[in-house]
T-cell receptor, first 116, second 114 residues
Framework: AQSVTQPDIHITVSEGASLELRCNYS??????LFWYVQSPGQGLQLLLK??????LVQGIKGFEAEFKRSQSSFNLRKPSVHWSDAAEYFCAVGPNYGGATNKLIFGTGTLLAVQP | SAVISQKPSRDICQRGTSLTIQCQVDSQVTMMFWYRQQPGQSLTLIATANQGSEATYESGFVIDKFPISRPNLTFSTLTVSNMSPEDSSIYLC???????????FGPGTRLTVL
């Protein structure tokens, strides 16, 4: 079955510290992979995406993610966290083909808190 | 990227009534979707909104409860019918382009049913 697992429900880091949010997926083929961020009371904003090519992708707000096919993972990283990064982060996967449907499957999310 | 707006941003409704949520995209998109995000949970796809035809519903969601319209490439509506407190959720609209599977989301409609 297709699924996305975010093992960490809640993470707290100090401002300026590095961050890694984990995402593992189960999919029939190489999927498209995404990270979205949701600030309180807001919709989802696309941070970055992986379609093909270089397995290390850069996104907005200083985030990056690395696709590791052997581990079925797409972990999100940031070298130095800012207080404004406090939000909920969702990993998502979708089909890697030009089909008529582009459904996304979302993980359960990781809530990030940033300590001063 | 596409900019997506939703109306209303939030509403408080009485049990048994219906609410229609509007979704407007600033550019033509191939695909439009409606998601539900229940309190403290992730997003669950309700249906794919198809232009000029009936929406395609996911397992557990039916047209009588969540009728959807999409009269053109930039506009869609979702109606939550005969509401109960269990329908209290955030409803999000998204749009994307077939082939790249990159979806952009609206700000969501926060619905509370009393």
């Amino acid at each position: 079955a297709q699924s996305v697992t975010q093992p960490d429900i809640h993470i707290t880091v100090s401002e300026g510290a590095s961050l890694e949010l984990r995402c593992n997926y189960s999919y029939g083929a190489t999927p498209y992979l995404f990270w979205y961020v949701q600030s309180p009371g807001q919709g989802l904003q696309l941070l970055l995406k992986y379609f093909s090519g270089d397995t290390l992708v850069q996104g907005i707000k200083g985030f990056e993610a690395e696709f590791k096919r052997s581990q079925s993972s797409f972990n999100l990283r940031k070298p130095s966290v800012h207080w404004s990064d406090a939000a909920e982060y969702f990993c998502a996967v979708g089909p890697n083909y030009g089909g008529a449907t582009n459904k996304l499957i979302f993980g359960t999310g990781t809530l990030l808190a940033v300590q001063p | 990227s596409a900019v997506i707006s939703q109306k209303p941003s939030r509403d408080i409704c009485q049990r048994g009534t219906s609410l229609t949520i509007q979704c407007q995209v600033d550019s033509q998109v191939t695909m439009m979707f409606w998601y539900r995000q229940q309190p403290g949970q992730s997003l669950t796809l309700i249906a794919t909104a198809n232009q000029g035809s009936e929406a395609t519903y996911e397992s557990g969601f039916v047209i009588d409860k969540f009728p959807i319209s999409r009269p053109n490439l930039t506009f869609s509506t979702l109606t939550v019918s005969n509401m109960s407190p269990e329908d209290s959720s955030i409803y999000l609209c998204s749009g994307g382009t077939s082939g790249r599977n990159e979806q952009f989301f609206g700000p969501g409609t926060r619905l509370t049913v009393l």
